[in-house]
């Protein structure tokens, strides 16, 4: 694990706390910890799937931390299945609810089974991979798919219905990109620590997004020297996974602007990215980015940066408290390593530049 | 094994910790299974059935009701402060603020006992007296709360206490005077320092804490108060003493929240059986119970006035637990997996490891994993798991419509607290089913499977990659 601290809770430190901060506490950390200045608190914020824990992922990755014990090996296993099945689950749901059928008949059989009876170790069977694999190319299913803003489905589908042959087999290992790309929601709060030079050290915190997550959020403001706030640029054609009468982007813009106008962040350097440009691009070349927003030129609809452009504006003019010029602004494709190693390579350079000039 | 293994970490980490041991109902055959043969246990057994629990009743905090009453609607975690000056009191006061809001989570009401006046105590908890690291913290919060009223909030500690800032928070924290400076102390076995001073690594590590985070070290502290007096903290629960930590150190703090899930304990599965203990003669119409306020013999007792009984309704509103509970069956709360562990086991592996379904159904895995998540703020979930879990076993129609009411009003609920992270598609599923089919013995059976792949799953894959898992489950094993 070299240098990496990622236990989010430190048992023995108990047993130190007089000596040293507790700053691997996040629970009595907060209050308990005077301000260790060699120490940067750079926290994750956003609303859900927005892909704060993806970029978590990438950085704990491109500093060494790999998958170490054999548990957390079987434990991913377990959550890429659960993905595969999840998303077939809500697919076949979708295809009731859309009333669309499953043209196939042995594919509907697949379908039944997938709703009453299938569970993740079935899947080490390698026959579920042709199956799956046949329902996921069935024209019902297809159909369902394209729709899939009307229903909640995660983004890392049609990535993990194109390696069934890998997933569906008792020698599965997964892959660094298999871990990267399945979904887990995150539920409270974890942390990692990593050495930035200048004998500092950076404390990179990420958080659950959706609504009653967010409540929690108050207890990591006290101790913060930057947000990251992500925010998905895929995102404008869907509703909210805990509220599913609610748009996303509306969601995303009201926490945006209780965040970067909360007085606790007024000094310290704002970053916001806008995420999932990969998928974005795809999605604006088949679907309409300007029905969802009445001041967008529709002319201008197939152009990502145009796009992007007009979004960037909706989001700065939220800042209504923060200096403009402690504020930065990026796109991120979360799932590339070689572009969140960049783009976070260059949030921290941000972050220790500001840092410096305070 | 597990139970040697356990007696082993105790010793190591504290020779203290040993009396932390808990009892749960005396006729609980199964007790065995947890401590087999450990002559130990029947002392630490006589030790907290030797506590005076009789003097609950006379303990009044400052707002008049005394802490047997406040037991019977919460738990009660009576603390017994050294004397004010000291780094190692402020320290107590410190933590048991950082780990307030899963306090209310879990319905436990903090309550400091102290040798010194009243009118002392009133001083000290206020803003004058808030220990620096909390000053710190002020300062920052006071902006936010003008700017930012409304925003993000409403779990929060200063919400759950009437929205306010840390020094408000500080002065509504229960308490009790010692009328003789250190009756209550002795009677519970508090002592004071056996070594005249205290002890030379305790003033090393009250230096460092001033150092290091900002306490003071106050010479001006009350003559009233001896300042040997060493510190303790227990664990009440419906008029009884269920858990204990005394120290023969003063720089010993216990993780309070340890100390409440009953981490070291040898059997009480978790909160909701220690209040099954009482005698609790509950209601089953929830209104009776709000009109009420509290359980029919506290209404009763001749002393307590109007104005405490307005006090006491203050406070369970900022436990929307509390409110609830008594409206419970009442195997709900005594439920208890029968089911135990151990490394004989044919279910276990040869490998150290425990899959989740096993760090759920053991109760002892369970415990730790719940204090773990208590950590990272998804106590939520691991509350609602035990929650469905029971209801799934009720057998009578009446009994699950109340868990049913209760589950929905505490984890499904958007105001709530405690409401749980599942999608709102599911979420209308099973109001839709309760509303149409009722309490089915099914009503949770999809949140509670879908829990265990996302939620819980993701707890439990940062659990077995923590200190905490290393120590208690990978090395006990």
């Not at chain 1, 394209?146 to 229903?151: D, G, Q």
């Amino acid at each position: 694990m070299g240098n990496i601290v990622v236990s989010p809770h430190d048992k023995e430190g108990q047993h130190h706390m007089m000596a040293t901060p507790t700053s691997n506490n996040p629970n009595g950390g907060s209050a308990a910890t005077a301000k260790n200045k060699s120490e940067i608190t750079v926290l994750l914020l956003g609303a859900g799937e927005s892909g704060k824990s993806t970029l978590f992922k990438q950085v704990q990755f491109f500093h060494g931390v790999g998958i170490t014990h054999d548990q957390e090996r079987i434990e991913l296993i377990e959550i890429v299945r659960l993905n595969v099945l999840e998303n077939a689950k809500n697919l076949v749901a979708a295809t009731q609810h859309l009333n669309i059928p499953i043209e196939q008949p042995e594919n509907r059989e697949t379908a039944k089974l997938i709703i009453n009876s299938l569970n993740t170790n079935d899947l080490e069977d390698p026959s579920w991979s042709k199956r799956l694999y046949s329902l996921w190319k069935d024209a019902g299913i297809q159909k369902a798919y394209e729709n899939r803003e009307k229903f909640q489905l995660y983004d890392s589908t049609e990535y993990l219905f194109e390696n069934l042959d890998r997933i569906c087999s008792d020698k599965y290992v997964p892959t660094v990109v298999d871990v990267i790309r399945t979904r887990t929601k995150t539920i409270g709060i974890t942390d990692m620590k990593f050495d930035v030079g200048d004998g500092k050290q950076l404390r990179l915190v990420d958080v659950g997004g959706q609504r009653n997550e967010r409540r929690k959020w108050i207890h990591f403001f006290n101790t913060v020297d930057a947000v990251v706030f992500l925010t998905s640029l895929s995102e404008f054609d869907l509703n909210l996974y805990e509220d599913n009468g609610y748009w996303r982007v509306k969601e995303s813009l009201r926490v945006f602007n209780e965040v970067v106008n909360n007085a606790l962040f007024y000094k310290v350097p704002f970053v916001l990215l806008f995420n999932k440009r990969d998928l974005f691009e795809k999605k604006i070349a088949t679907k309409s980015f300007s029905k969802y927003f009445s001041g967008f030129n529709e002319a201008e609809e197939k152009n990502p940066v145009a796009c992007i452009e007009y979004m960037t504006k909706l989001f700065l003019n939220e800042i209504t408290e923060h200096p403009l010029d402690t504020v930065s602004v990026k796109t991120l494709s979360a799932i590339d390593h070689d572009n969140s190693k960049q783009v976070f390579e260059e949030v921290k350079q941000f972050i220790m530049t500001q840092q410096h000039r305070e | 094994m597990l139970g040697q293994e356990e007696t082993n970490l105790n010793q190591k980490e504290t020779s203290q910790n040993d009396d932390n041991a808990i009892i749960i109902e005396p006729n609980d055959n199964n007790a065995t299974d947890y401590h087999p043969d450990d002559i130990q246990s029947q002392i630490q057994l006589t030790g907290i059935e030797g506590l005076p629990h009789h003097l609950l009743s006379e303990m009044k905090t400052n707002i008049g009701v005394t802490v047997e009453e406040l037991s019977r609607k919460h738990i009660v975690l009576l603390i017994f402060l050294r004397y004010f000056g000291c780094v190692f009191c402020q320290k107590s006061v410190v933590q048991i603020v950082s780990c307030l809001s899963n306090l209310i989570k879990l319905n436990c009401v903090p309550v400091f006992v102290h040798q010194e006046s009243k009118e002392e105590a009133d001083e000290f908890f206020s803003e004058k007296g808030m220990p620096k690291p909390l000053i710190k913290l002020e300062k920052k919060e006071d902006k936010e709360i003008t700017v930012n009223n409304q925003a993000l909030t409403s779990e929060t500690v200063s919400v759950t206490f009437e929205k306010s800032a840390r020094s408000k928070l500080m002065k509504q924290f229960l308490r009790v005077e010692d009328p003789e400076g250190t009756y209550y102390y002795k009677q519970f076995g508090v002592v004071p320092s056996a070594t005249k001073m205290v002890t030379f690594t305790s003033t090393l590590d009250a230096f460092k804490l001033s150092l290091t985070e900002g306490y003071k070290l106050t010479p001006d502290a009350s003559k009233k108060a001896d300042r040997d007096q060493l510190a303790g903290s227990f664990i009440v629960a419906h008029g009884r003493i269920v858990n204990q930590f005394v120290t023969h150190s003063a720089s010993k703090i216990p993780d309070f929240l340890e100390l409440l899930l009953d981490v070291e304990g040898k059997g009480s599965d978790n909160l909701f059986d220690l209040l099954s203990i009482s005698d609790d003669s509950s209601t089953n119409d929830e209104e009776s119970i709000d009109k009420e306020e509290i359980v029919p013999e506290f209404v009763e007792t001749s002393q307590v006035n109007l104005v405490e009984r307005k006090n006491m309704k203050k406070l369970l509103q900022n436990y929307p637990m509390a409110r609830k509970l008594a409206s419970l069956p009442k195997e709900v709360m005594k439920m208890k997996d029968k089911r135990s562990f151990s490394c004989t086991s044919a279910q276990i592996d040869l490998s150290c490891t425990i899959s989740l379904e096993e760090s759920l159904i053991n109760p002892q895995y369970r415990k730790v994993f719940k204090l773990f998540a208590a950590k990272i703020y998804a106590i939520e979930s691991l509350l609602f798991w035990e929650h469905a879990t029971a209801y799934q076993k009720l057998k009578t129609l009446k009994k699950r419509r109340q868990l049913a009411q209760y589950i929905i009003d505490t984890y499904l609920n958007s105001d709530s607290m405690l409401e749980i992270n599942i999608s709102s598609a599911m979420k209308k599923r099973v109001l839709s089913t309760f509303e149409k089919e009722g309490a089915i013995p099914e009503l949770f059976d999809d949140v509670k499977v879908s829990m265990e792949g996302d939620a819980i799953k993701d707890s439990f894959l940062r659990f077995v990659e923590s200190e905490l898992y290393d120590q208690r489950i990978r090395k006990a094993k």
